[in-house]
């Protein structure tokens, strides 16, 4: 069984570690804010000038002046400061964020990454995400492992424009768990009942297998 969404956002918000600063994507990665223990000591940046994000606002609790990157509506917590979208990209570009959070249209096998438009559709920003990729120290990405067409989205090579090459330290499907390890994509955790066959059949990508694999629980 392949693991839920929220599965998938908790085992993304095991990549949190106490002390660093992180940045979060739009959509499924704003969610891990949810799994981040009020206890560890872990800072949120968003790109357009906000350092302290707090929990993903529940509905009906939203204010609409207090937005991230992406227009999406956010919580700040107690201490958290404002500033320019120039001191934020300063802090971007300087190597300060230990990790960033982003989804993905598409990944390639060495760990190309495509996230910010389709040609010919209308593209409202690409916000930060170009910045990001090539100054946090790691990438993460979580995605859907099929688009909504039924195609592979993790590739031998992107077919979309490309955000950042070999950029991609871990990706996170509702199959499993790849880290790009010396250039080449490996399998390093698998869903409860998904066979490493059921994932090869949805995977263009060429992939080796961790010796020591392991297996997410579902549903739990």
């Known amino acids: 069984?392949?693991?839920?969404?929220?599965?998938?956002?908790?085992?993304?918000?095991?990549?949190?570690?106490?002390?660093?600063?992180?940045?979060?994507?739009?959509?499924?990665?704003?969610l891990v804010a949810n799994y981040i223990s009020p206890e560890m000591d872990v800072i949120l940046q968003s790109e357009n000038g906000l350092l302290g994000l707090g929990h993903f606002p529940k509905?009906?609790?939203?204010?609409?002046?207090?937005?991230?990157?992406?227009?999406?509506?956010?919580?700040?917590?107690?201490?958290?400061?404002?500033?320019?979208s120039a001191d934020s990209f300063g802090m971007i570009r300087g190597g300060h964020?230990?990790?960033?959070?982003?989804?993905?249209?598409?990944v390639s096998g060495e760990?190309?990454?495509?996230?910010?438009?389709?040609p010919g559709k209308m593209?409202?920003?690409?916000?930060?995400?170009?910045?990001?990729?090539?100054?946090?120290?790691?990438v993460v990405v979580v995605m859907e492992h099929i688009s909504k067409e039924g195609n592979p989205k993790l590739l031998k090579k992107c077919s979309l424009p490309l955000t950042g090459v070999k950029c991609v330290h871990l990706?996170?499907?509702?199959?499993?768990?790849f880290e790009i390890q010396n250039g080449k994509l490996v399998l390093t955790e698998r869903a409860e009942d998904v066979s490493v066959v059921d994932i090869r059949s949805k995977?263009?990508?060429?992939?080796?297998?961790?010796?020591?694999?392991?297996?997410?629980?579902?549903?739990n």
């Open 1 to 30: 069984m392949p693991l839920s969404k929220e599965e998938q956002i908790k085992r993304v918000a095991e990549e949190v570690k106490p002390g660093f600063y992180v940045n979060l994507g739009i959509g499924m990665p704003t």
């Open 59 to 84: 509905a009906g609790t939203e204010d609409a002046d207090l937005i991230n990157a992406g227009k999406q509506t956010v919580t700040a917590l107690a201490g958290a400061s404002y500033f320019s």
């Open 97 to 106: 964020v230990d990790l960033t959070i982003l989804g993905a249209m598409e």
């Open 111 to 118: 760990g190309d990454l495509a996230n910010w438009m389709i």
């Open 123 to 138: 593209v409202k920003g690409m916000g930060g995400a170009m910045d990001l990729v090539a100054s946090a120290k790691r």
């Open 171 to 177: 990706i996170v499907t509702e199959l499993g768990v």
């Open 203 to 219: 995977t263009e990508a060429e992939f080796l297998v961790s010796n020591t694999l392991k297996t997410i629980k579902v549903g």
